[in-house]
């Protein structure tokens, strides 16, 4: 029998590590499998004519798309186990609104802080601080977003996390000393089973991002 | 055959029930607010879902681009309509507010039921907001020498849905549904007008003959005309906000 889930997607990618925490979080058997972004497979760009990007969620042979769409599928398909989304429809309103606003408010600055310099690094970062007090705003006292469960929104931001240190060291600054809500909140996501087994090592990415950086910007 | 006792019983629960039912009801439509703009899409759509199900609403007209303080405390995060208030509580974004509208009030569902045709409805109604949208509008009106380009490549994106609806009576299937309210309240009755006022034919019958059917049997929906912009009025405002973008 063909594996009935399949995930195509990169190590590095918040994205794909949305889908594989919510897939990991409800037990689900699937295969994994790593694409090499510079050189795209056959069946990506099948699955997924119109972006072209991971991640790609195949279920008895369908794809879909969007790493938040994923996820909610993943939470309809198999509602069992450890429930991603609240119950009540306001609740529900209000983490996707959250997950919705990490999405539009992070992809651009957070792409322009490790792969430029100069001035649009500086204005990426502003906008990326600007994220950050609103969601230690918003996270308060909280253990997670969504109050003592572990969510949605919880799985749409904490990819983020394994690039900080990579943000930092690119673009100079603190997310550490200045957010210190955010940290806690991202160790206590990095006990659950789940995220432990999904995130990179943060200096991994780091490592990846610095040569990426010496080889097309030239800066050491 | 039940005893008198046992009637009496099954008596007050049906009675509890209903009056349960009752007082959910009128707590669901006690007070229901939407902070709008007569040209927004996103709006229109939140008033199509309300009148899809049947509940009563206060409008408040926005007069955008000036934003009131009450738009300003409602949505202080993206200072955006449409903001909708039911009771206490305050949501925004127009995908989030059609989400929470359909499990709400659970008369007439439109957004699909089997998660997967849930996922792919969420998938294209994110396509025209997030795809169409920005090619089809803001890169097509700053394009002078490349407009040609940025048409072909909005009726590349815009094929994808001419195949969605291929068919169906609406992408929601017999009757309007999720992806109809967002689709809808974007292409036929905003960005055409937008396109009529440029002079553009986007949608031709010739390569469009599926989307050319959907939105005529939009038109026959009472509640889609009733959230419809009126055209004369539209298409001018459109002419402004286009030589505004032109300018700029």
Known sequence: ?220 | MISLYDFYILNEKLKNKLRTEEFDKRKRDECLKLLGFWISPFSRRVEMALKFKGVPYEYLEEDLPKKTPLLLELNPIHKKVPVLVHNDKILSESHVILEYIDLTWSNNPFLPQDPYEKAMARFWAKFVDEQILPLGFMSLVKAETGIEVAIEETRELITYLEKEVTGKYYFGGKTIGFLDMVAGSMIPFCLARAWECMGIDMITHEKFPELNRWINKLNEVEIVRECIPPKEKHIERMNQIVERIKST
């Open chain 1, 1 to 220: 029998m063909v594996e009935e889930v399949i995930l195509l997607g990169y190590w590095a990618s918040m994205f794909g590590m949305r889908t594989r925490i919510a897939l990991e979080e409800k037990g689900v058997k699937y295969e994994y499998r790593e694409e090499d972004l510079s050189n795209k497979s056959s069946l990506l760009l099948e699955m997924n004519p119109i972006h072209k990007k991971i991640p790609v969620l195949l279920h008895k042979g369908k794809p879909i798309c969007e790493s938040i769409i994923q996820v909610q599928y993943i939470d309809e398909a198999w509602p069992d186990k450890n429930p991603i989304l609240p119950s009540d429809p306001y609740q529900r309103a209000q983490a996707r609104f959250w997950s919705d606003y990490i999405d539009k408010k992070t992809y651009g600055p957070c792409k322009a802080l490790w792969s430029e310099t100069g001035e649009k690094q500086e204005a990426a970062k502003l906008e990326f601080v600007e994220v950050l007090k609103t969601l230690e705003s918003e996270l308060g006292d909280k253990s997670f977003f969504g109050g003592n469960e572990f969510g949605l929104v919880d799985i749409a931001f904490i990819g983020y996390y394994s690039w900080f240190c990579t943000y930092e060291k690119v673009a100079n600054f603190s997310i550490v000393a200045e957010f210190p809500k955010v940290i806690s909140w991202a160790k206590r996501c990095l006990k659950r089973e789940s995220v432990a087994k999904v995130l990179p090592d943060s200096d991994k990415v780091l490592k990846s991002i610095s040569e990426y950086r010496k080889i097309i910007l030239g800066i050491h």
